[in-house]
C-alpha cells in the first residue's frame, strides 16, 4: 500500500491513543496528531516512550481552530480522523451553551483541511444522536429523537448531529469523502473517570472497598464495547466505509444494565463493595443528565465492512481493571 499521511485530531484521548498505537505500527503510514490536551489523561513523554518514539509519528499541541489557521505549512494529508470534541457526562457540563457551536466549528474546520488536502475524513460522533432510539435500541435507519428537556446532554448531541448533517451535505456538493461513526459506550484501559464515565468510577471504588455508586435506580440499558473494537470499528469505516454513510460501532451483545454492571465489577474484582444508589445532580449539580437506554444495531458495521466484535462485558471489565491497578502502582 502506498504511504498514507493521516491527521487525527484528539489523537492524544482514550480512543485516539489506542487508535493511534494501531495507525502507527504501519511504516507506510505517517501520523500527525492535533491535540491540545485539554482533556487529555494521558503522560504524554511516557505515552511517546511506550510506542517507541516511532519517526512516523509527529504532533502539533494545539486546538483544531489554530492547527486550521496554520496549515499552509502542513503536509497534504491522505486520511483525516476526527475525535477532538469535548466529550462524557460530566466533562461537557462546563461547556454548557459552546458545545454545539464549538463541535460544528471544528468539524467545518476539519472539513476545509480535507477540501484542501483531498484527504477523506472519517468523524467519530456519537450514540448520543439517538435520544435513546427505540427503548433504546438504536439504527442508522431510523429517526433521531429530539428530546423535549433541554439539557446540555441535548447540546452536545445535536451538535454532533449537526457536524454530521453538515459533513454528508457537504459531500454532496463538494469533492468531499467522508463517512460518520456512532460509538457506543467505549471501554477499556486509558479510561479515565474524569469526564463522567462508568466503568473506571466503579473499578475504582471496587478496588478501594468503597460504595459502588449507582446513579437513580440503575436500571439504565447500555451496550459496551471494547476500546480495541471500537479501533479496529473506526479504521474498517475509513477503509471500507460508503462515502456520506453513517456506521453504528457498538457491540449489541454487551448490552447490561448499570446495575447489572456494578454487580459484575464487585463479582470479577472480589471485591467486598456494596451498591449506594445515589442521585448524580446532588454530585454535579442540576445540569447534570443521564443518558436514556441506548444499544445499537450494529448490522451495517457487520455486514457491509466485515467488522467483528471480539470483546465480552468481562474481558471489558478484567481488561480495565488490569490498567486502573497498574496506575496504582504507578
Ligand atoms: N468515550 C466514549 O464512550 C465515546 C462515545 C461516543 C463518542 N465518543 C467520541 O469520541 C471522540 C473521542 O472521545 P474520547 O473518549 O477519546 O475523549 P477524550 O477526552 O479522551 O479525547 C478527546 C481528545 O481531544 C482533545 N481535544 C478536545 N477538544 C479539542 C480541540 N478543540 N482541539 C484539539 N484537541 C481537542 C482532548 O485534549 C483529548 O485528548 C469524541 O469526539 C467523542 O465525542 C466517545
Not at 99 to 127: F, H, P
Request: hydrophobic fraction near 40%; aromatic fraction near 8%.
Amino acid at each position: 500500500m502506498s504511504a498514507q499521511n493521516i491527521l487525527v485530531t484528539g489523537g492524544f484521548g482514550f480512543i485516539g491513543t489506542h487508535l493511534t498505537e494501531r495507525l502507527v505500527a504501519d511504516p507506510n503510514n505517517h501520523i500527525h496528531i492535533v491535540d491540545n490536551l485539554s482533556t487529555s489523561s494521558i503522560d504524554l513523554e511516557a505515552y511517546l516512550g511506550f510506542l517507541g518514539k516511532p519517526k512516523n509519528l509527529t504532533y502539533s499541541i494545539c486546538s483544531v481552530e489554530h492547527f486550521h489557521r496554520k496549515i499552509a505549512s502542513e503536509p497534504d494529508f491522505h486520511q483525516i480522523y476526527h475525535l477532538a470534541s469535548v466529550v462524557g457526562p460530566v466533562g461537557v457540563l462546563s461547556h454548557a451553551g459552546k458545545i454545539a457551536l464549538q463541535i460544528v466549528n471544528d468539524t467545518d474546520r476539519v472539513a476545509q483541511i480535507a477540501l484542501r488536502t483531498g484527504a477523506r475524513i472519517v468523524d467519530v460522533s456519537t450514540s448520543e444522536v439517538y435520544g435513546g432510539g427505540r427503548d433504546g435500541y438504536c439504527s442508522e435507519r431510523d429517526f433521531k429523537v429530539i428530546q423535549p428537556n433541554i439539557t446540555v446532554r441535548l447540546e452536545y448531541a445535536v451538535g454532533k448531529l449537526a457536524a454530521e448533517i453538515s459533513l454528508i451535505n457537504m459531500a454532496r456538493i463538494k469533492p468531499l469523502n467522508v463517512s460518520i461513526v456512532r460509538p457506543f459506550n467505549v471501554a477499556g484501559p486509558r479510561q479515565s473517570g474524569q469526564g463522567g464515565f462508568v466503568l473506571p468510577r466503579f473499578i475504582t471504588q471496587a478496588l478501594a472497598g468503597e460504595p459502588i455508586t449507582v446513579y437513580n435506580d440503575g436500571r439504565m440499558i447500555r451496550a459496551f464495547t471494547h476500546i480495541r473494537d471500537i479501533v479496529e470499528g473506526i479504521i474498517l469505516v475509513m477503509t471500507r466505509g460508503a462515502n456520506g454513510e453513517v456506521y453504528n460501532i457498538g457491540n449489541p451483545s454487551n448490552k447490561i444494565s448499570i446495575i447489572e454492571l456494578a454487580e459484575r465489577v464487585i463479582r470479577l474484582t472480589r471485591s467486598n463493595s456494596n451498591i449506594s444508589h445515589v442521585d448524580p445532580k446532588m454530585l454535579f449539580g442540576p445540569l447534570f443528565e443521564e443518558a436514556n437506554d441506548k444499544y445499537p444495531d450494529a448490522d451495517r458495521a457487520i455486514h457491509d465492512l466485515g467488522w467483528h466484535p471480539a470483546y465480552g462485558i468481562d474481558e471489558i471489565i478484567l481488561d480495565s481493571c488490569e490498567y486502573i491497578k497498574s496506575k496504582r502502582r504507578d
